[in-house]
């Protein structure tokens, strides 16, 4: 497994709020697959991770989102949490680099409240995804198809529903990133 992603460069975007083993899970298992991580974020210095409503452990964070660019990356991982999601939908720095792998067709992967970005890009119109339960509408109003499952993909964009679901998540989000650019991953 270590060699599947050997040499991909993969963005993590959160901040402070992010439920803790959504990054955490995901961030170990690419490692592990090979590839080369980076924690981006509006925050500066650390970011503190929950686990539901209790404070976890704080992330060095390793890239500003307002210095990063989404060509120097292979793929975006966005982890979910109520907060984090919330406030990442309203940085202008990071909507423009979700938005941007979307524009290069890069893979892409949301968790749980995560999808609230995808729909604050305007990238998920005619998209299948699935999210948290109570994003449903939000992400139906703006255009995606939205179904309850624990894990959907569509054409380079991998999204799911909950920590539960990390599992599938994460296989889909290796074979993604080892597959590459889509073409219908596009704004």
């Known amino acids: 497994m270590a060699a599947q992603l050997a040499g991909k460069k993969v963005a993590f975007l ?3 709020g992010v439920e803790q083993v959504e990054f955490t899970e995901p961030w170990n ?5 090979g590839a080369l991580v980076s924690l981006v974020s509006p925050t500066a210095g650390t970011v503190l991770g929950f686990d539901h ?12 989102v307002a210095d990063a660019d989404a060509g120097t990356f292979d793929a975006l991982v966005l982890p979910g949490g ?10 202008e720095a990071s909507v423009a680099f979700v938005r941007s792998f979307f524009e290069q067709h890069k893979p892409v992967a949301a968790i749980c409240h995560a999808p ?8 998920v ?9 109570s994003l449903k509408t939000d992400l139906v ?19 799911s529903r909950r920590p539960k679901d990390l599992p599938a998540f994460i296989a889909k989000t290796i074979e993604e990133i080892g597959e590459g650019e889509h073409a219908g991953q596009t704004v």
Do not use: C, I
């Open 29 to 33: 298992a690419l490692r592990a697959a």
């Open 141 to 159: 109003n703006a255009g995606a198809h939205w179904s309850d499952e624990e894990v959907v993909v569509d054409q380079g964009l991998v999204t």
């Open 116 to 123: 609230w970005l995808l729909a604050e890009a305007g990238v």
């Open 53 to 64: 409503r209790e404070k976890g452990d704080t992330f060095d964070v390793d890239l500003p």
């Open 82 to 91: 109520v907060v984090n999601a919330d406030h990442l939908r309203m940085d």
């Open 14 to 16: 959160m901040t402070d």
């Open 125 to 133: 119109r005619g998209r299948s995804v699935t999210s948290y339960p």
